[in-house]
């Protein structure tokens, strides 16, 4: 059965997308076939990690969101911009970085009910055994319909207040929404502080593990090109 998996933050800025494109990325280089639809369409960004040109996307999710296409038109095989074995195979659908969309999106909305569809459309269409989704931060109605039907919610977090903060409303509304598995990644650690106990509060507080340990702030722990730098030490399933 093809696994979704939400990763989200409470704010901008703490490593949600590169997170998202090298975990979807380790996990094709072990023979999946995965998709990443990026929802953050008021500030689309993870197209420029898979090295995918705005003019190399007349259609994307916006077009589908808008009646123009259908979702599998806006997604592309960015397998061999991965540097993926030919076992395994990657496709993105971004967001228009054009402002006029954008402005569009920010003034009109768009039916959030069309999400659910178009993610079931292409988990269908291209066979996938895995999509992620790379959600818009904060807290919204798609947002929530990210968690609500995500087999697995993916949480960075960054170790200060405001995050702290954030993130437990986020949690508390995953739970609420029932959701089947829940997981933690403390990115921007300063490599002063004890990484360990910072786990293990983080861990202890939340009530939900943290994956993949604490990628300290200077470490470019899940920098691009993408080579299994964010290696879940519990498994996707």
């Known amino acids: 059965m093809p696994k979704v998996v939400s990763v ?11 997170f998202t494109a090298n975990l979807a990325t380790t996990i094709a280089m072990q023979g999946h076939r995965v998709g990443v639809v990026d929802t953050d369409v008021p500030s689309p960004g993870i197209h420029n990690i898979f090295s995918l040109e705005p003019e190399q996307t007349a259609t994307t999710l916006n077009s589908y969101l ?10 592309y095989d960015v397998s061999l911009a991965a540097g993926l074995p030919q076992t395994g195979s990657l496709f993105l659908v971004p967001s228009s970085v054009k402002a006029d969309d954008i402005a569009k999106v920010l003034k009109e909305g768009y039916d959030v009910k069309l999400l659910n569809d178009g993610f079931r459309k292409l988990v269908k269409a291209l066979e996938l055994d895995y999509l992620f989704i790379d959600t818009h931060p ?6 929530f319909l990210s968690i609500a039907i995500s087999h697995v919610l993916l949480l960075i977090l960054r170790p200060d207040k405001q995050d702290y903060q954030g993130t437990a409303v986020t949690i508390d509304v995953a739970r609420q929404l029932n959701v089947r598995k829940m997981m933690l990644a403390i990115n921007k650690a300063y490599s002063s502080l004890n990484l360990e106990a910072l786990k293990h ?7 939900a593990p943290v994956a993949g340990g604490v990628f300290p702030f200077q470490k470019t722990s899940c920098s691009w090109p993408a080579k299994g730098c964010f290696a879940p030490s519990s498994p996707i399933t």
């Open 201 to 207: 509060k983080v861990e202890e507080t939340y009530g």
């Open 138 to 143: 904060g807290l919204s109605k798609e947002t």
């Open 8 to 18: 989200h933050s409470y704010r901008g800025g703490t490593g949600k997308s590169n």
């Open 66 to 75: 808008w009646g123009e296409a259908s979702i599998e038109e806006a997604a």
